[in-house]
């Protein structure tokens, strides 16, 4: 879809969406970058391209469809051969009983594209427009699975080749390597994968995904195409390709169903060869909200009021793989202000945020977070992120700005938000200071989020109430209507859309629980589960608690105290979630203790 400059100001004076200011702006930035306005006012958040087709589909007087690709039956998709389907951005996505078309286009102004379709299908054709990512992503519905892509790629090489030196001609941009790399990471990307494992094995090369936080097993490839994959790889990522002994970090970007994606690279030696893991971020996803990424209720409130106070710190806390940097990325996407100087120093760095200034530690150049917090200090920032506090004198320099009139936001690695602050006692901080600088602590962990298309409900049983309730420590909480109690309030701070849950029970019994489909559906790709939700406490250092630091209280002893003053432990918040159907039961357990 291609709207006109002028056509996209129309649509934006008639949304009443920008300012004459802002506008202004626009055309200025127009003229500087050479960009179509259409692209920059999607760039720039003004509106999102669903709610600019929606404009211009009102404009031209055609319906507005939304596409879900994995919706439409392949032998409907293939009744528009797809060599026209990519040419013309067509797609056939239903037929009437009357044997009519229903077909959606990203441009229905396209004369030549209709009388094409009206001659192929016949006249009976119902056009429709659709947003330019729903059409890429509908188009590669025509492609098969992972396993026969590779197969044909792979069949199409020299089968005869047996050595494992690679070749100039297999490093080619439209040699069948390059070919299975880019199938590889599309295939990630559609299956919504965070990360990509390429390990060698002694007679074949495995191919995992890392998908809702669990690896899973997609393909095995022959052992001859390991060192011509790492190089490709490598090539991309601008890295050595004849350096085989030591541990190589890249990165690249690649454009799949009309999103740009990093691919954040490591090659690490191992027994076999080079294993290669690869972390997919979408450059183009905006920052989650609070109540998206699962906050609510006192927690939310808690986290919000710290994150606006002019100075001091927020820590956050988990092990890897909890989110800790989406949460950052969204505290840091909701402060990026123009007037707002945000400096951070991160190992690595993951999220690109426009506006904010982004530096990559660097051992070798003596870049350390205490040398680069340093240097923050005298860029006069007025928000300062630090990936990790891994020292001593990290954590000095951290709590010295947060002193001096700067608000910073760091993490640390232990297991609950109470634990945190003994652990900077332990880093040789003193109390009077961490009780003055710490606004809250957020500690987190990611559950697998229940399809909702076809997870189950069930009715537990009272064995397994009773030990529900034995491990997660209701009595001490309150009991079961406590949890009631909070289930209600968790749907009136909107945490989940209407619909999305049932309520258990208004009693102080639980009746009613949820389970993943074993089965699963073609929404969930047959798992049961579809994303991921965060499980989190949030611990306010109130005046009491203050004085408990001060006084060099046990973890155990502020826990307790958090608690009473409303703190919601992770492990409730979580089972609130399920309660919601959320998540379940299973999953609160598996990533909050050392059993599960």
């Known amino acids: 879809m291609r709207i006109s400059d002028s056509l ?22 127009e003229a500087s970058e050479k960009k179509p306005l259409q692209d920059l006012v999607i760039k720039d958040s003004i509106l999102t391209e669903a709610e600019l087709t929606k404009l211009y589909a009102e404009e031209i007087d055609v319906p507005l469809v939304e596409l879900k690709p994995r919706d439409i039956s392949k032998d409907v998709l293939k009744t528009l051969p797809e060599r026209i389907a990519r040419q013309y951005r067509a797609i056939v996505f239903g037929i009437e ?17 209709l009388n094409f379709l009206g001659k192929q299908l016949g006249n009976s054709v119902h056009v429709s427009i659709a947003p330019a990512s729903q059409i890429a992503a509908a188009l590669d519905q025509y492609r098969g699975n992972i396993s026969s892509e590779l197969t044909k790629v792979i069949t199409s090489s020299d089968e005869d080749e047996t050595s494992e030196e690679v070749d100039e001609s297999e490093l080619a941009e439209d040699s069948p390597i390059a070919q299975t790399v880019n199938i590889l990471i599309e295939a990630a990307v559609q299956s919504g994968a965070s990360d990509i494992h390429i390990e060698p094995r002694e007679d074949f090369v495995v191919i995992r995904y890392r998908v809702d936080g669990l690896l899973r097993e997609v393909n095995k490839l022959p052992r001859k195409l390991l060192n011509p994959l790492v190089s490709r790889i490598k090539i991309l990522s601008n890295l050595k390709i004849d350096e085989h002994r030591a541990p190589q970090d890249g990165r690249f970007k690649v454009l799949v169903v009309g999103q740009h994606y990093a691919l954040r690279v490591s090659v690490l030696p191992v027994v076999d060869g080079e294993k290669v893991v690869m972390r997919i971020l979408n450059e183009g996803s905006n920052a989650a909200s609070f109540s998206e990424l699962g906050f609510w209720g006192q ?3 808690d986290l ?29 996407s909701m402060l990026n202000q123009p007037g707002v100087n945000i400096s951070t120093i991160e190992d690595p760095v993951e999220y690109r945020i426009q506006g904010v200034n982004q530096t990559q530690v660097n051992p070798v150049a003596n870049m350390t977070f205490a040398n680069g917090l340093r240097a923050l200090l005298r860029q006069d920032p007025n928000v300062i992120m630090v990936g990790e506090v891994r020292d001593g004198e990290t954590a000095e320099l951290g709590v010295q700005a947060a002193l001096t009139g700067h608000l910073v936001f760091t993490t640390l690695h232990t297991n609950d938000a109470a634990t945190c602050l003994p652990r900077l006692l332990d880093m040789g901080i003193e109390p009077f200071l961490i009780a003055s600088t710490v606004r809250v602590v957020v500690a987190q962990r990611l559950v697998r989020r229940l399809c909702n298309k076809c997870r189950i409900s069930y009715e537990p049983t009272s064995e397994e109430i009773r030990n529900i309730a034995k491990t997660l420590e209701l009595e001490k909480a309150g009991g079961m209507s406590k949890m009631h109690e909070l289930e209600l309030a968790a749907r009136k701070d909107n945490l989940i859309n209407d619909g999305e849950g049932s309520a258990s029970s208004t009693s102080s019994n639980i009746t009613r629980l949820f389970k993943a489909n074993e089965d699963g559906c073609d929404v969930c790709n047959h798992t049961g589960f579809k994303g991921r939700i965060g499980i989190y406490e949030v611990l306010e250092n109130n005046e009491g608690i203050q004085q408990m630091i001060i006084g ?6 502020i826990e307790a105290a958090a608690i009473k003053a409303g703190m919601l432990p992770m492990q409730l918040d979580g089972f609130i979630k399920a309660l919601l159907g959320m998540t379940t039961i299973e999953e609160i357990l598996r990533v909050t203790t050392t059993e599960g």
């Open 299 to 301: 927690a939310k409130v």
């Open 304 to 332: 919000s009021h710290a994150i606006t106070q002019p100075h001091g710190m927020v820590l956050v806390t988990g092990p890897t793989g909890s989110g800790k940097s989406t949460t950052l990325f969204s505290i840091l």
């Open 8 to 29: 996209v100001e129309q649509l934006l004076k008639k949304s009443s969406k920008v300012s004459d200011e802002q506008l202004a702006n626009l055309k200025t930035q």
């Open 552 to 557: 060099g209280s046990t973890s155990e002893t």
């Open 97 to 113: 009983k009357d044997k009519s078309y229903d077909v959606a286009m990203e441009d229905p102004d396209d004369i030549q594209a």
